[in-house]
């Protein structure tokens, strides 16, 4: 990983996680906020590939683990999110070589790769005993983090990918 690259991801994730940590926690629904760091690890993933999008996503919920609101275990956002940048690397893997992704696409990954983020960050709170939320609770905050997550892509994912693009253009 080139330190320009490595900067530039380290920015990103620093500057996700404390919107979404002190901006975005005024415009919380049902005490849930938007996931910034998810849309960043999506974002490097679907430029860069599944072995840099695991490796940012990681990163982003270690950051999120141990950034002073949270009020749960370590590691569970850091699981989360890598598997997010897996299945994100994995749609840029499934295209043809030096295409974009289609807007779709791109909506459609983001729909997934939230449902999968939330729902592993919820289900381990469950293995955990977590009582932070309940079972029957669970598919209403996947639902409304989903809904975040895909009304923010739109204004989030063009900048992050656009900027990891220009950082190192294809080859």
């Known amino acids: 990983m080139t330190p320009a690259r490595l900067a530039l991801t380290a920015a990103l994730i620093s500057l996700a996680v404390v919107l979404q940590a002190s901006v975005f926690d005024a415009f919380a629904w ?7 760091a998810l849309l ?14 695991m490796v940012t996503g990681f990163a982003a919920g270690l950051v999120l683990d141990l950034a002073p609101p949270a009020d749960h275990l370590a590691g569970r956002w850091a699981l989360a999110l890598l598997v997010v940048g897996y299945v994100a690397g994995r749609v840029r893997q499934d295209a043809r070589p030096g295409t974009a992704p289609t807007a779709t696409t791109v909506m459609a990954t983001v729909a997934a790769c939230s449902f999968v983020g939330s729902s592993i960050y ?11 939320v309940g079972v029957g609770e669970l598919l209403q905050v996947i639902a409304i983090s989903m809904v975040w997550d895909v009304l923010l892509a739109p204004l989030v994912l063009p900048a992050v990918m656009a900027a990891f693009r220009r950082l190192e253009p294809a080859r």
């Open 30 to 36: 049902h005490g849930i906020v938007p996931d910034l």
């Open 40 to 53: 960043v690890v999506v974002g490097a993933a679907l430029v860069r590939g599944g072995e840099f999008g």
């Open 122 to 132: 919820a289900l381990t709170g469950i293995v955990l005993r977590d009582p932070a």
